[in-house]
């Protein structure tokens, strides 16, 4: 554990580094970090930093390739939003891409977790963004390969 970064919650690559405006649950400017998991990838996905579930939320949806600027709206997916004593509210979406079409959902609404615990899986191909405050400085680059529970975004 490192309470003091924000750990990767997939392994897989970097695609997209942005500020968008999230509007599921917070309704304000976010930094978005974007991972694709190939289907080579391990797809265990973990949660970024410790704290407690108070958002768990699946979505029905599409099956768009999940390197797809879009999928992170149209696609099948999960959001699940973490409150952490250090960095506020971090949210992280599970979603499914064209050949991985099934979101397991290990986070429950109340529920205590330690950051690198399993979160749940997203079978082949897929994606897993991040949000996170605006002022969040990003230690990673896209392009760049990450492992969950280990490489540090923030």
Do not use: C
Request: hydrophobic residues 35%; without cysteine.
């Amino acid at each position: 554990m490192n309470p003091d970064s924000i750990l990767s919650p997939a392994d897989g690559k970097i695609i997209i580094i942005e500020e968008v405006t999230e509007t599921e649950f917070f309704n304000d400017k976010r930094k978005k970090v974007s991972i694709f998991l190939s289907p080579f990838d391990i797809h265990v996905n973990r949660y970024p930093v410790s704290g407690k579930i108070i958002f768990s939320k699946y979505h029905k949806g599409k099956y768009l390739v999940a390197w797809h600027p879009k999928s992170s709206d149209k696609n099948e997916r999960t959001t699940v939003v973490i409150d952490n004593k250090k960095f506020g509210k971090v949210m992280y979406r599970q979603i499914a891409g064209a050949i991985a079409r099934r979101i397991v959902n290990y986070a429950k609404p109340n529920k205590i977790i330690q950051q690198g615990e399993d979160s749940g899986f997203i079978k082949f191909g897929s994606r897993v963004d991040l949000f996170l405050p605006s002022d969040s400085k990003i230690k990673v680059k896209i392009g760049q390969k990450v492992k969950g529970g280990i490489t540090k975004i923030v």
